[in-house]
């Protein structure tokens, strides 16, 4: 991406969404920092722009489809255009209990984050994605909803294959992505290309900071992966390492 793009995050006021933004600033965009908290996201904003990175805070809650149609009409209002959204607001309920200990609440909460809330996002931003001459859509999703890994005992991730909620809300995502994709590859100038992310297991709030890798390493691949989804076809899954993922 060299050129100046206008970018959505959701989730950016800490983690790997806040560490995506950080970087995208970086690489010279306009980067949007959604946070459900006004003050959290306006704390994450001035933390980018004392280093004179151009960053704002947009308050955007993804359960909330109210504030997902403000942050749409200021980004329209200010901007008049949005290229890239990346959806990275996400929510893990499942930590150490067994598919029969989480209540269906949990599970509900997972999704009304993880799946819902992108599907508000996203149509509520296609208008002005469709203005863009090359937008994009990243979902972060995970390797955890992998459904080829969830099926193979002696993949990699077989041993995390018990997150009830957080697991099926990631291959829902992955649906979810792959129906956009082939939905919106007509759309637009050059179409919207719709494709998942996948951070790699980095140490954030979400996992209790048990991750390998830090929330910065996630951050920029991330961004590597948005350069890339841009760059090729629409509707990858793209693996922390590089490459993509099987679905
Ligand atoms: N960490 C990993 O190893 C890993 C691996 C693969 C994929 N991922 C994915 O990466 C994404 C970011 O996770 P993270 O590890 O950086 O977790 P995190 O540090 O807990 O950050 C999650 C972000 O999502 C926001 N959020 C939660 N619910 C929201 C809502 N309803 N509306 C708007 N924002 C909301 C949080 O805001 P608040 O501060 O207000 O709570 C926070 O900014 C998630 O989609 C996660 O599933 C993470």
Redesign the pocket.
């Known amino acids: 991406m060299t050129t100046n793009r206008i970018v959505l995050i959701?989730?950016?006021?800490?983690?790997?969404?806040?560490?995506t933004a950080t970087e995208l600033a970086h690489a010279g965009h306009t980067v949007l920092l959604?946070?459900?908290?006004p003050e959290?996201g306006a704390a994450a904003a001035a933390g980018l722009t004392a280093q004179g990175l151009d960053a704002r805070s947009v308050r955007?809650?993804?359960?909330?489809p109210a504030?997902v149609a403000a942050a749409a009409d200021l980004i329209a209002a200010e901007y008049g255009r949005l290229d890239t959204l990346v959806?990275?607001?996400?929510?893990?309920r499942d930590w150490r209990r067994t598919p029969e200990e989480l209540p269906v609440e949990a599970v509900r909460e997972t999704y009304?984050?993880?799946v819902f809330?992108v599907v508000t996002v996203v149509n509520a931003m296609l208008p002005l994605l469709r203005t863009s001459p090359a937008a994009l859509i990243g979902n972060?999703?995970?390797?955890?909803g992998s459904f080829s890994f969830l099926a193979d005992p002696e993949s990699p991730i077989w041993e995390h294959a018990t997150l009830l909620a957080?697991n099926s809300s990631?291959a829902a995502l992955n649906a979810v992505t792959l129906v956009y994709a082939r939905a919106l590859r007509g759309s637009g100038e050059g179409g919207i290309k719709v494709s998942a992310l996948?951070?790699?297991?980095?140490?954030?709030?979400?996992?209790g900071h048990?991750?390998h890798?830090t929330?910065e390493e996630?951050g920029r691949r991330?961004a590597r992966q948005l350069d890339e989804a841009l760059a090729g076809p629409t509707g990858r899954f793209f693996h922390?390492e590089g490459g993509t993922y099987p679905w």
């Not at 972060?140 to 955890?144: F, K, P, Q």
């Not at 996948?198 to 996992?207: Q, S």
């Open positions: 959701t989730g950016a006021n800490k983690g790997i969404g806040l560490a959604g946070a459900r908290d959290r955007l809650d993804v359960t909330d504030t959806n990275n607001a996400g929510v893990a009304e984050t993880n809330g972060v999703s995970s390797g955890l957080y990631k996948e951070p790699g297991y980095c140490a954030t709030d979400l996992n048990s991750g890798a929330a996630g991330i922390a």
